[in-house]
C-alpha cells in the first residue's frame, strides 16, 4: 500500500519556523514532481511549493523567499522550511506526489493526509 505520511505541523508564533516533512512509502518504482498545498477554511487548496525529480523549484508567490522546498530522493522523501511565517500562512498542507509503482507503467498522482499549521499573531 502505498503513503504519503507528513509530519512537522503544529502551531507557532508569528515570525516562527517550522518544518513539514513527507514521506512516501510502499512499492514505489520512481518519484515525479513532489510537492506541498495548503488549504486555509473557506478557501480553496492552494499550490504553495513544488519540486521536480531533476530538482527545479517553483513557489508561490506568497512565500517565496521564506519558504524553501527540498527533497531527499534516497528516502523517498520531500521538506518544507517555512520561516517568518504569518497569521495567513495558517492553514492544512497537504503533500503531493507523481509516483510510479513497481506493478504500473505510468506515474499516478497520490495525497497525504495533510498536517496543520497554525501561526497566531
Request: aromatic content about 10%; some cysteine.
Amino acid at each position: 500500500q502505498v503513503q504519503l505520511v507528513e509530519s512537522g505541523g503544529g502551531l507557532v508564533q508569528a515570525g516562527g519556523s517550522l518544518r513539514l516533512s513527507c514521506a512516501a512509502s510502499g512499492r514505489i518504482f520512481s518519484i515525479g514532481d513532489m510537492g506541498w498545498y495548503r488549504q486555509a477554511p473557506g478557501k480553496q487548496r492552494e499550490l504553495v511549493a513544488v519540486t521536480t525529480s531533476g530538482g527545479s523549484t517553483n513557489y508561490a508567490d506568497s512565500v517565496k523567499g521564506r519558504f524553501t522546498i527540498s527533497r531527499d530522493n534516497a528516502k523517498n522523501t520531500v521538506y518544507l522550511q517555512m520561516n517568518s511565517l504569518k497569521p495567513e500562512d495558517t492553514a492544512v498542507y497537504y503533500c503531493n506526489a507523481d509516483l510510479k509503482l513497481r506493478v504500473l507503467p505510468r506515474f499516478e498522482n497520490y495525497w497525504g493526509q495533510g498536517t496543520q499549521v497554525t501561526v497566531s499573531s
